[in-house]
């Protein structure tokens, strides 16, 4: 089983940033691919941004591209969310999510397809 917990969110004024961390437990950490999704009040859960088994290979909603970078550090089991240039439209409960796959190369942006999730932590945005 992998745990997952988020840490980093906050509030912050538009233009603002903000990095967020998951934690995740395990000795196989490597074998997940890794994502961040967000969910506003009332909104549907929104694909942000996944990761590779690597760290070589990222996918970016178009809504994020050019402000959010997302990395892993394998040998803190941690994957990073940062987040510059911060909207209005950021706000949301942001959420961690691992799955594992079995080759190197592949990033999922499907939520349905992950298995494990974090417990969510918020970001509010003012302007």
């Known amino acids: 089983q992998l745990q997952l917990v988020e840490s980093g969110g906050g509030l912050v004024q538009a233009g603002g940033s903000l990095r967020l961390s998951c934690a995740a437990s395990?000795?196989?950490?490597?074998?997940?691919?890794m994502g961040w999704f967000r969910q506003a009040p009332g909104k549907e859960r929104e694909f942000v941004a996944a990761?590779?088994?690597?760290?070589?290979?990222?996918v970016y909603a178009d809504s994020v591209k050019g402000r959010f970078t997302i990395s892993r550090d394998n040998a803190k089991n941690t994957v990073y969310l940062q987040m510059n240039s911060l909207k209005p439209e950021d706000t949301a409960g942001y959420y961690c999510a691992a799955v594992r796959v079995f080759t190197l190369p592949r990033v999922v942006v499907e939520a349905n397809e992950y298995d494990y999730w974090g417990q969510g932590t918020q970001v509010s945005v003012s302007s």
């Open positions: 395990g000795r196989t950490f490597t074998m997940y691919a």
């Open positions: 990761i590779n088994r690597s760290g070589s290979n990222t």
